[in-house]
């Protein structure tokens, strides 16, 4: 057992500490207590968080279509014949795709944008997946591509930036009903109004 004394902490705890204090969300104390709830519970529980993190890491990917996550070359979604190749909905996180597939409305593809355009954070357009989500729509056969970005300044930007690029393609590019309240995220809405945003959405 380390030692817990005021004079400090050994240094595999700070260690860990250290760590977990740059997660976020988690400040100095949380971090601390976080350690030491992992020191105290079962060995194997704490190991097995550490190997969830390691697995995450070596074998979670982007899907090479969608940039969906994935542990193959394609996710599960792209791979599934069953879903609608004439729809593609434009999210900007793998977490907003999760939200939108639990609605349980929507059976068309995905391409995650990995971000969206924030001049003020320095993301431009070059480092999200833009190049190949025209790509996409400039060799696939869809007929609509939805813009699910999050209602917020920046996800309207970057929603009107897309579906100009898209413009010179025979496809309609819609845009999420505001169901979800300008400013709220996506990842945050229930499945109800995420069903009605997709289900009420309009023309851009
Ligand atoms: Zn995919």
Known sequence: MASQNNSGQSGAVSDLVDHLSRLPGIGRKSAERLAFHLLRVHESEAIALADAIRRVRQDVRYCEHCFNLCETTACQICSDPNRDATRLCVVEQPRDLMSLEQSGVYKGLYHVLLGRIAPLDGIGPDQLTIDALVDRVRTGNFVEVI????????????????????????????????????????????????ADALTGRQKL
């Open 147 to 194: 813009m699910a970005t999050n209602p917020t300044v920046e996800g309207d930007g970057t929603s009107l930036y897309v579906s100009n690029l898209l413009g010179e393609f025979p496809v309609q590019v819609t845009r999420l009903a505001r169901g979800i309240t300008a400013g709220s995220i996506l990842e945050y809405a229930n499945r109800e109004v995420i």
